[in-house]
């Protein structure tokens, strides 16, 4: 699945545990041809018969099929974490990736596993996270344009014409961008459960308001993840070693498969902690002196501050030092 094509495997297990691939199409991924697709999967299904739909969560493009499907009363529909769908290919020996092989994996699994049933994201926590998503917009673009400005001023004989709009283009993003903010603390104030949660996890130095709101709705309040690993993992955080006797003795490094929004919104933070907490200072400093590497330190420290804030949000308590000692 991606932004413009859906790939759609329709399979059946019968009484003997086998399965059999009814048919295979490609859909366009809008709500147009998601009504077509009802329509191709009600003439092969039995009406007595529950249909499972089997997604990956990839990036934002399978929530508009998950959404039209979850209305439909006869659908249950499960997204997956990636780390999930890989890890199930693995065990199938599988090495050949193409989106009708995805499909068909994705199939199987669903009808082989015992699956938890997607539950959609809140009103609430779905506006929050398009609120959150459009500040780190609005502040990579603010960066680009204060970049030019700089290069402007540093130039050979600078229009001041230039100057003046560039300097009017980032008084009006650092005003969109403080009433993005005004309007996160506004809707969470509204919630006084989320409030109390999120007021717990900014307990912690280095964690602020606004980072925590984005880091949470870019989660869904964790509902889609047990455990801390899948957590890495979507986020992108997870470890890659490539050692292959001895012609391929690679450095590890994280794999960056994830959720970048989240990485973004932590970069920030965890140089905030390495200054402020004396626990994530002595880490970054080992990791520096060890690696030499500042950039990985701070990976680290991001690392540690996103399973933080599931620790304390989840169990919905406020940060006490040595108690939360993430690792």
Not at 70 to 79: A, C, D, G, L, P
Not at 175 to 182: G, R
Not at 218 to 246: H, M, P
Request: proline share 2%; charged share 30%; aromatic share 8%.
């Amino acid at each position: 699945m991606d932004s413009k094509k859906i790939k759609v495997s329709f399979q059946v297990l019968h009484e003997d545990l086998s399965i059999k691939i009814m048919g295979t199409r490609s859909w366009d991924n809008s709500v147009k041809a998601f009504g077509a697709m009802n329509e191709w999967i009600e003439k092969k299904r039995k009406e007595e018969v529950d249909v499972h739909l089997t997604m990956e969560a990839t990036g934002i493009y399978y929530e508009n099929l998950a959404y039209f499907f979850e209305e439909q009363s006869s659908f249950i529909v499960h997204v997956l974490l990636p780390n999930m769908s890989n890890a199930f290919r693995q065990s199938l020996n599988e090495k050949s990736k193409t989106d009708k092989i995805d499909a068909r994996l994705l199939g199987k699994m669903g009808l082989e596993r015992q699956l938890r049933k997607w539950e959609p994201m809140s009103d609430q926590m779905r506006q929050l996270k398009k609120l959150n998503r459009e500040r780190l917009r609005l502040l990579k673009e603010k960066t680009m344009v204060s970049n030019q400005l700089h290069a402007e001023q540093a130039s050979y004989d600078p229009l001041t014409t230039s100057i003046k709009r560039f300097e009017k283009r980032i008084e009006f993003l650092v005003k969109q961008i403080k009433q993005i903010e005004k309007n996160l603390r506004s809707k969470v104030n509204q919630d006084q459960e989320l409030k109390e949660r999120i007021d717990h996890v900014c307990t912690a130095k280095g964690l602020g308001f606004i980072t925590v709101v984005g880091i949470v709705s870019e989660l869904n309040g964790f509902a889609l993840f047990t455990n801390r690993n899948q957590i890495v993992s979507y986020a992108g955080y997870d470890v890659i070693k490539k050692e292959s006797g001895t012609s391929v003795n690679a450095p590890t490094k994280i794999s960056k498969k994830g959720n970048s929004y989240i990485r973004q919104m932590l970069y920030m933070s965890a140089m905030s902690a390495a200054r402020t907490d004396d626990h994530h200072k002595d880490y970054y400093q080992r990791i520096v002196c060890k690696s030499g590497i500042k950039l990985k330190a701070n990976v680290a420290i991001q690392r540690k501050l996103l399973l933080l804030i599931y620790a304390l949000f989840t169990n919905n308590v406020p940060y006490v030092f040595p108690l939360f000692l993430i690792n």
